[in-house]
Protein backbone atom coordinates (compact mmCIF):
# COMPACT_ATOMS: atom_id res chain seq x y z
CA UNK A 1 0.00 0.00 0.00
CA UNK A 2 1.05 3.51 -0.96
CA UNK A 3 2.14 5.47 1.98
CA UNK A 4 1.62 9.64 1.82
CA UNK A 5 3.22 11.25 -1.01
CA UNK A 6 4.28 14.78 -0.90
CA UNK A 7 6.27 17.17 -3.28
CA UNK A 8 8.24 18.98 -3.90
CA UNK A 9 10.42 17.26 -0.98
CA UNK A 10 12.59 20.64 -1.01
CA UNK A 11 12.85 24.33 -1.72
CA UNK A 12 14.26 27.24 -1.97
CA UNK A 13 13.01 30.68 -3.17
CA UNK A 14 13.19 33.97 -2.26
CA UNK A 15 10.79 36.18 0.15
CA UNK A 16 7.80 37.00 -1.31
CA UNK A 17 7.95 34.81 -4.17
CA UNK A 18 5.18 32.42 -3.99
CA UNK A 19 5.16 28.68 -3.31
CA UNK A 20 2.99 25.51 -3.09
CA UNK A 21 3.11 21.99 -1.79
CA UNK A 22 0.96 18.94 -2.82
CA UNK A 23 -0.23 15.96 -0.55
CA UNK A 24 -1.61 12.48 -2.13
CA UNK A 25 -2.97 10.56 1.12
CA UNK A 26 -3.51 7.18 1.36
CA UNK A 27 -6.33 6.24 -0.63
CA UNK A 28 -9.16 5.61 1.84
CA UNK A 29 -8.14 8.02 4.12
CA UNK A 30 -10.78 10.85 4.83
CA UNK A 31 -8.98 13.07 7.25
CA UNK A 32 -5.89 14.98 6.27
CA UNK A 33 -3.47 17.38 7.83
CA UNK A 34 -1.25 20.07 7.35
CA UNK A 35 1.47 19.98 9.66
CA UNK A 36 4.69 22.74 9.85
CA UNK A 37 7.56 22.03 12.02
CA UNK A 38 10.62 23.48 12.68
CA UNK A 39 13.78 22.32 14.41
CA UNK A 40 13.71 20.93 17.77
CA UNK A 41 9.36 21.24 17.97
CA UNK A 42 6.16 19.10 17.21
CA UNK A 43 4.71 19.53 14.95
CA UNK A 44 2.39 22.64 14.21
CA UNK A 45 -1.65 22.02 12.71
CA UNK A 46 -1.93 24.69 9.95
CA UNK A 47 -4.86 23.12 8.90
CA UNK A 48 -7.58 19.57 9.05
CA UNK A 49 -9.70 18.27 6.51
CA UNK A 50 -12.43 16.00 6.78
CA UNK A 51 -13.17 14.71 3.17
CA UNK A 52 -13.32 18.06 0.98
CA UNK A 53 -14.12 20.49 4.59
CA UNK A 54 -11.91 22.63 6.29
CA UNK A 55 -12.92 21.39 9.97
CA UNK A 56 -9.95 23.15 11.80
CA UNK A 57 -8.15 25.82 9.87
CA UNK A 58 -7.81 28.49 12.98
CA UNK A 59 -3.92 27.65 13.27
CA UNK A 60 -3.73 28.82 8.97
CA UNK A 61 -2.66 32.43 8.71
CA UNK A 62 -5.14 33.13 6.52
CA UNK A 63 -3.62 36.63 5.27
CA UNK A 64 -0.96 33.89 2.92
CA UNK A 65 -1.91 30.67 3.42
CA UNK A 66 -4.06 28.81 1.83
CA UNK A 67 -5.13 25.67 1.36
CA UNK A 68 -7.58 22.48 -0.60
CA UNK A 69 -8.85 19.62 -1.09
CA UNK A 70 -10.45 18.93 -4.05
CA UNK A 71 -13.10 15.81 -4.39
CA UNK A 72 -11.46 15.22 -0.95
CA UNK A 73 -8.27 13.16 -2.08
CA UNK A 74 -5.43 15.35 -2.99
CA UNK A 75 -4.46 18.85 -0.96
CA UNK A 76 -2.21 21.73 -1.69
CA UNK A 77 -1.01 24.42 0.14
CA UNK A 78 0.25 27.27 -1.09
CA UNK A 79 1.73 30.58 0.71
CA UNK A 80 2.23 33.56 -0.53
CA UNK A 81 4.45 35.50 -0.69
CA UNK A 82 6.67 33.65 1.40
CA UNK A 83 8.61 35.06 4.38
CA UNK A 84 11.73 34.21 6.28
CA UNK A 85 9.71 32.62 8.75
CA UNK A 86 8.27 30.43 6.60
CA UNK A 87 11.08 28.33 6.39
CA UNK A 88 10.11 24.46 8.05
CA UNK A 89 9.08 21.47 7.24
CA UNK A 90 5.55 21.06 5.67
CA UNK A 91 4.21 17.48 6.83
CA UNK A 92 1.17 16.24 5.25
CA UNK A 93 -0.87 13.42 7.04
CA UNK A 94 -3.81 11.23 6.80
CA UNK A 95 -5.55 8.77 8.81
CA UNK A 96 -8.42 8.43 11.45
CA UNK A 97 -8.96 8.70 15.05
CA UNK A 98 -5.59 9.58 16.13
CA UNK A 99 -2.65 7.49 14.18
CA UNK A 100 -1.58 9.41 11.53
CA UNK A 101 0.53 8.29 8.55
CA UNK A 102 2.83 11.12 7.45
CA UNK A 103 4.37 11.77 4.13
CA UNK A 104 8.15 12.45 4.35
CA UNK A 105 7.77 15.94 4.68
CA UNK A 106 8.45 19.59 1.87
CA UNK A 107 11.60 21.42 3.44
CA UNK A 108 11.02 25.18 2.37
CA UNK A 109 13.94 27.44 3.02
CA UNK A 110 13.20 30.97 2.52
CA UNK A 111 15.92 33.39 1.55
CA UNK B 1 -4.65 26.47 27.85
CA UNK B 2 -3.77 23.09 26.54
CA UNK B 3 -0.09 21.76 27.24
CA UNK B 4 2.34 18.59 26.65
CA UNK B 5 5.56 18.72 28.58
CA UNK B 6 8.72 16.03 28.12
CA UNK B 7 12.18 16.29 28.36
CA UNK B 8 14.34 18.26 25.82
CA UNK B 9 16.67 15.68 26.12
CA UNK B 10 18.02 12.19 27.57
CA UNK B 11 21.09 10.26 26.73
CA UNK B 12 21.35 6.26 27.13
CA UNK B 13 23.91 3.28 26.71
CA UNK B 14 23.58 1.11 24.50
CA UNK B 15 21.76 -2.11 25.91
CA UNK B 16 20.36 -0.10 28.39
CA UNK B 17 16.55 0.59 29.47
CA UNK B 18 15.43 4.40 29.38
CA UNK B 19 11.89 5.57 30.04
CA UNK B 20 10.60 9.09 28.67
CA UNK B 21 8.29 11.19 30.64
CA UNK B 22 5.03 13.19 29.04
CA UNK B 23 2.85 14.96 31.06
CA UNK B 24 -0.44 16.73 29.53
CA UNK B 25 -3.09 18.89 29.77
CA UNK B 26 -5.83 18.88 27.46
CA UNK B 27 -9.79 20.28 27.02
CA UNK B 28 -11.09 16.18 27.54
CA UNK B 29 -9.35 13.32 26.60
CA UNK B 30 -9.37 11.00 23.89
CA UNK B 31 -6.10 8.68 24.08
CA UNK B 32 -2.13 9.47 24.19
CA UNK B 33 0.06 8.89 21.42
CA UNK B 34 3.76 8.16 21.00
CA UNK B 35 5.45 8.96 17.83
CA UNK B 36 9.33 8.51 17.20
CA UNK B 37 11.21 10.44 14.57
CA UNK B 38 14.56 10.15 13.13
CA UNK B 39 16.17 13.13 11.82
CA UNK B 40 15.39 14.79 8.50
CA UNK B 41 11.98 11.90 8.58
CA UNK B 42 8.67 12.14 9.00
CA UNK B 43 7.00 11.00 12.52
CA UNK B 44 6.28 7.42 12.68
CA UNK B 45 3.47 6.00 14.95
CA UNK B 46 5.03 3.88 17.78
CA UNK B 47 1.66 3.74 20.42
CA UNK B 48 -1.42 5.07 21.81
CA UNK B 49 -3.09 4.40 25.29
CA UNK B 50 -6.87 5.53 26.06
CA UNK B 51 -7.20 3.41 29.21
CA UNK B 52 -4.69 3.40 32.24
CA UNK B 53 -1.90 1.05 32.33
CA UNK B 54 0.77 -0.74 30.39
CA UNK B 55 1.02 -1.65 26.57
CA UNK B 56 3.48 -3.28 25.48
CA UNK B 57 5.04 -3.72 22.12
CA UNK B 58 8.31 -5.84 21.97
CA UNK B 59 10.98 -3.72 23.27
CA UNK B 60 8.80 -0.30 23.66
CA UNK B 61 6.14 -0.01 25.96
CA UNK B 62 3.60 2.94 26.94
CA UNK B 63 1.88 3.63 30.23
CA UNK B 64 -0.44 5.89 30.72
CA UNK B 65 -2.05 7.32 33.86
CA UNK B 66 -5.50 9.37 33.46
CA UNK B 67 -5.97 10.50 36.53
CA UNK B 68 -2.06 12.06 36.46
CA UNK B 69 -2.05 13.16 32.94
CA UNK B 70 1.15 11.28 32.70
CA UNK B 71 2.54 9.20 30.15
CA UNK B 72 5.93 6.99 29.67
CA UNK B 73 7.35 5.24 26.91
CA UNK B 74 10.04 2.93 27.95
CA UNK B 75 12.17 1.57 25.81
CA UNK B 76 14.01 -1.54 26.57
CA UNK B 77 17.39 -3.35 24.92
CA UNK B 78 18.62 -0.27 23.35
CA UNK B 79 19.90 0.31 20.38
CA UNK B 80 21.72 2.33 18.08
CA UNK B 81 19.32 2.68 15.67
CA UNK B 82 16.86 4.63 18.33
CA UNK B 83 18.61 7.10 18.43
CA UNK B 84 15.86 9.73 17.69
CA UNK B 85 13.35 12.28 18.79
CA UNK B 86 10.00 10.68 20.78
CA UNK B 87 6.84 12.84 20.48
CA UNK B 88 4.44 12.69 23.23
CA UNK B 89 0.68 13.78 21.67
CA UNK B 90 -2.65 14.12 23.58
CA UNK B 91 -5.86 13.80 21.92
CA UNK B 92 -8.30 16.40 23.07
CA UNK B 93 -12.41 16.14 23.10
CA UNK B 94 -12.37 17.71 19.64
CA UNK B 95 -10.17 14.60 18.33
CA UNK B 96 -7.40 17.63 17.53
CA UNK B 97 -3.69 16.11 18.46
CA UNK B 98 -1.72 18.39 21.38
CA UNK B 99 1.76 17.70 20.01
CA UNK B 100 5.04 17.90 22.55
CA UNK B 101 8.45 19.34 21.48
CA UNK B 102 9.50 15.98 21.47
CA UNK B 103 12.72 14.30 23.17
CA UNK B 104 15.89 13.51 21.73
CA UNK B 105 17.38 10.52 22.80
CA UNK B 106 20.88 9.70 22.39
CA UNK B 107 22.69 6.49 22.78
CA UNK B 108 25.94 5.78 23.44
CA UNK B 109 27.85 2.81 22.88
Known amino acids: EAGVVQSPRYKIIEKKQPVAFWCNPISGHNTLYWYRQNLGQGPELLIR????????DSQLPKDRFSAERLKGVDSTLKIQPAELGDSAVYLCASGSTGELFFGEGSRLTVL | GQNIDQPTEMTATEGAIVQINCTYQTSGFNGLFWYQQHAGEAPTFLSYNVLDGLEEKGRFSSFLSRSKGYSYLLLKELQMKDSASYLC??????????WGAGTKLIIKP
Open chain 2, 89 to 98: AAMDSNYQLI
Open chain 1, 49 to 56: YENEEAVD
